[in-house]
């Protein structure tokens, strides 16, 4: 099976066989990672091992906490007002589609969630022109959603948010190509797209905004106290912790993120450049705000969309339908997606024009 599904997503074939090698007897523990104890040094050795990668795959500096909480991005974005609103009114939210809605909608429970710029009014199609943005420079941060995966649109540069701390949700395109982390605040992400199984949720913050959250803050959801307890304040999601950080080793293995990235910009070009050489299928967003991981289009008609769907899976081609709010089809291209798997995607799309169109 091919999957192109938005998330859990696909994972790299070799590290699946390497967690099936390993599954029972951890390197002659005896146990399986399932069963350890998180406090035992087995268990503290794989956890210290996959932070060190991390942060030696993403270029992670000093000055910058990573932790591997649970409740995903939706329990982050949830949290962050608590703890970074800081005793200040309010916090900006760039709105580039339905996950940074959602986002905005928490901060309201506890400050002031301003939204300094929107692209709802075009469907979110766009990021909004950097000249529309209103934002405050009293803001406690900047929330940005670098990767909407439902509507395919990417921030492809850092916007300067002149001081205010930048927070970003990059669920989808986290370790997707290089960035600069020292541009940001706060960067977060659930595991089960282009790291490991869902459970486990990547936390990267600078130093100087942890330690002020609200008093009202539940105590394992205080960055400063599960930075202080090295993420296991309570019982960490071991496994996805585990697989995460095979995750990483494979990341280097194929290069590094310089690797990665470069494959994934030619993935997404491979399918961008079919859909824009011919009339059938299309993509609604504007070309510079492209994502390189989540590749919505339609058919000319929806009535064709089920019969679409029966012969992408008679081809081995699974999680191609697009989200309800979309419609159409969606094609999710994360890090382990292969170029062959795109390219049997476009085979099967030309087929189906010359076949059905
Ligand atoms: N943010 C983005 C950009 C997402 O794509 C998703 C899930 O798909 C979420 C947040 C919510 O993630 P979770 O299910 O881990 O809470």
């Known amino acids: 099976i091919i999957n192109f599904s938005a998330g859990p997503a696909t994972l790299p074939l070799t590290v699946l066989q390497q967690v099936q090698e390993e599954l029972l007897d951890w390197r002659g523990s005896g146990m399986s990672v ?12 794989i956890a210290a091992e996959a932070e060190k990668d991390l942060r030696e795959v993403a270029g992670i500096p ?3 906490k990573v932790l591997f909480m649970q409740g995903g991005a939706t329990a982050q974005f949830s ?3 608590l703890n970074l609103l800081r005793g200040k009114a309010g916090a900006d939210y760039v709105l580039t589609g339905d996950w940074g809605k959602k986002a905005a909608k928490e901060c309201g429970k506890y400050g002031k969630a301003n939204v300094a710029a929107s692209s709802e009014s075009e469907k979110f199609t766009k ?4 000249a529309s943005w209103k934002l405050d420079p009293d803001a406690a941060y900047v929330h940005i959603t670098t990767n ?12 300067d948010t002149g001081g205010v701390p930048l927070v970003a949700d990059m669920s989808s395109d986290i370790l997707s190509r290089p960035i600069d982390i020292s541009k940001f605040g706060l960067i977060y992400g659930g595991a089960q797209k282009n790291i490991g199984p869902a459970g486990v949720t990547i936390v990267i913050v600078r130093d100087d905004l942890i330690g002020q959250a609200a008093a009202m803050t539940p105590g394992v959801f205080d960055y400063k106290a599960v930075a202080d307890n090295e993420s296991m304040l309570n019982t960490p999601a071991c496994f996805s912790w585990y697989v995460s950080g095979l995750v990483f080793k494979w990341i280097k293995n194929e290069g590094g993120l310089a690797a990665i990235g470069a494959r994934n910009q030619r993935k997404s070009s491979l399918l961008y450049d079919y859909i824009d050489a011919q009339d059938f299928y299309k993509n ?7 994502s390189w991981m989540n590749v919505p289009f339609t058919l000319p008609n929806p009535e064709l969309d089920a019969e679409f769907l029966k012969g992408a899976k008679a081809a081995s081609l699974s999680g191609l339908k697009g989200h309800r709010a979309v419609g159409g089809m969606r094609a999710s291209l994360y890090n382990a997606m292969t170029e062959a798997g795109v390219a049997t995607l476009v085979d099967y799309m030309k087929e189906f024009v010359r076949t059905r169109g």
């Open 148 to 159: 909407e995966t439902i509507h395919g649109v990417q921030f492809q540069d850092t916007p």
């Open 284 to 290: 609604p967003v504007a070309k510079k705000d492209r």
């Open 79 to 81: 949290l962050i007002p």
């Open 62 to 64: 000093a000055n910058y």
């Open 34 to 45: 399932m069963e350890m104890s998180h406090r035992d040094k087995e268990f503290m050795s």
């Open 127 to 130: 990021v909004p022109d950097r």
